[in-house]
C-alpha cells in the first residue's frame, strides 16, 4: 500500500499548487492514502473552511492541523490506526512556497521518530497500572509568540499518579537531562530511596528534548521508552497532569517569569487533590505509601 504524506500547505497559494499537483500525483504514482498537514509549522496560522474543503476535494483522506484530525467518514474504521500510517512506504512532500516536489527517504529517521525502545516493547500494557514505579514523561512550554518563553519538565508515576515537576529555562535536551539530575534536590522526600527502585521505566514522547535518553537510563537505572507519534493517548496520565498544570501556566505565558516556588506550589496543589480515580485519595498520599512499602522492603 502506498501513502502519500503532504507537508506544510501554507496559504491560498499553496492550496492552488495543490488543487494543480495533487490528483496527479496520487494518480501516477498510485496512491492509496493521502494525509495533508494544513498548517504553517512556522508562525503557526491554518488554513480556512473553505481551503480545508479544496484540499479534501483534491482526493485527501486524512487533513491535520495541530491537535484537530478531519477524515473522510467512509476511511475511518479502516485507517484509524495512525501509528501505522506513519510508516509510509512513499513519501513525498509538496509546500506551498517551494515549487519543487521532493522526494523522502522513508528510511531516514525524522523528529518525531522514536529516538530509543519503542512502547511496543514495554513488558506491560497501556491500561496495567498495578506496578509502582512507572512513570510518563513530557515538557511543557511558554508562548510560542515569546523568545526563550521556558519549560517545565514533567514526570507522571502511573499507578499512583504523583507529578514531578521541574522548571527549565528551555528544553534543549541536556537542559532536560540536568534537569532529571535535580530530582533528588527538588523532592528531599525521595533522598533515602535508590532512584532505580522508584523509577523502574519511563514513557516519553517523541519530542527532541529526550534525544539524551541513554545518558537518562544511566543516571536513573532505568529503562526508557518512546510513544508512538501523535499518540498522546499511550501517555494518559501525564497528558492530564499536564492539562492540570496550565491552569497555573496558560500557553499564553512566559514560564521564565515565574519562580521555582511558583511552580513548585502549583504541582503540590495537584498532587494534593483528591481525586475520584484514586479512591477520593491525594496523589501524595498514594505515592507516600509506596515509598513506606519500600522502606519495609529494605529493612
Not at 84 to 92: E, F, G, Q, S, V
Not at 234 to 253: H, Q, T, Y
Not at 271 to 299: A, H, P, V
Request: one cysteine or more; hydrophobic letters at 30%.
Amino acid at each position: 500500500m502506498n501513502f502519500l504524506i503532504i507537508g506544510d500547505v501554507v496559504g491560498k497559494s499553496g492550496v492552488e499548487k495543490l488543487q494543480k499537483e495533487l490528483p496527479n500525483l496520487i494518480k501516477k504514482n498510485n496512491i492509496d492514502f493521502c494525509i495533508v498537514n494544513g498548517e504553517n509549522s512556522a508562525n503557526g496560522k491554518g488554513l480556512r473552511k473553505q481551503e480545508y474543503d479544496k484540499i479534501k476535494a483534491c482526493g485527501a483522506d486524512v487533513i491535520t492541523m495541530g491537535n484537530h484530525v478531519y477524515y473522510r467518514k467512509e476511511m475511518a474504521s479502516e485507517y484509524i490506526n495512525f501509528k501505522d500510517l506513519l510508516i509510509p512506504a512513499n513519501i513525498t512532500n509538496l509546500n506551498g512556497n517551494n515549487n519543487v516536489v521532493k522526494e523522502k527517504n522513508d528510511k531516514k529517521e525524522g523528529k518525531t521518530d522514536p529516538k530509543g525502545t519503542s512502547i511496543e516493547e514495554r513488558p506491560f500494557k497501556p491500561e496495567d497500572r498495578s506496578e509502582f514505579g512507572h512513570w510518563e514523561g513530557d515538557t511543557i512550554v511558554g508562548s510560542t509568540n515569546i523568545k526563550n518563553s521556558g519549560a517545565v519538565f514533567t514526570l507522571v508515576e502511573r499507578k499512583t499518579r504523583f507529578q514531578i515537576t521541574i522548571k527549565c529555562e528551555n528544553r534543549k535536551a541536556l537542559t532536560i537531562y540536568k534537569a532529571v539530575k535535580k530530582i533528588k534536590r527538588k523532592y528531599p522526600e525521595l533522598k533515602d530511596y535508590n532512584l532505580k527502585d522508584i523509577f523502574k521505566s519511563i514513557t516519553f514522547d517523541n519530542g527532541v528534548e529526550f534525544s539524551k535518553w541513554e545518558d537518562i537510563e544511566k543516571y536513573l537505572k532505568t529503562k526508557c521508552y518512546f510513544a508512538h507519534p501523535y499518540s498522546s493517548c499511550e501517555r494518559g496520565s501525564n497528558e492530564n497532569g499536564n492539562k492540570l498544570l496550565r491552569i497555573f501556566l496558560p500557553k499564553s505565558c512566559n514560564i521564565n517569569e515565574y519562580d521555582d516556588d511558583y511552580v513548585m506550589n502549583a504541582n503540590d496543589l495537584i498532587n494534593t487533590k483528591i481525586r475520584k480515580i484514586l479512591g477520593y485519595k491525594s496523589s501524595l498520599d498514594l505515592f507516600m505509601i509506596e515509598l513506606d512499602k519500600l522502606t519495609q522492603l529494605t529493612t
